[in-house]
């Protein structure tokens, strides 16, 4: 999880991805980790699977303000840049 962090401070998220990746199969409750992938899929722009991974970490720990914050703000910002008259 932390070599994900680091390779992603220096935005090689191919790597990040890959650690989180591996950290969720490791451990499938690892909200954290669901988390971090969803940061990772939205900066590639795989928003799809950013949002499935944001879904997974609230299902996970429905209750972590961290989360929550991070999927509001994916949510505003795609949905938004996502609307077909583009308001």
Do not use: C
């Amino acid at each position: 999880m932390d070599f994900g962090i680091k390779a992603a401070q220096r935005e090689l998220w191919n790597e990040a991805l890959y650690r989180w990746k591996r950290a969720v199969e490791v451990d499938p409750t690892y909200a954290a980790a669901y988390n971090n992938l969803a940061i990772g899929y939205e900066q590639q722009g795989d928003f799809e699977k950013a949002r499935a991974a944001y879904e997974k970490a609230i299902e996970l720990n429905p209750n972590n303000t961290y989360i929550k914050q991070n999927y509001e703000l994916f949510k505003e910002i795609n949905d938004r840049t996502n609307k077909p008259d583009g308001r």
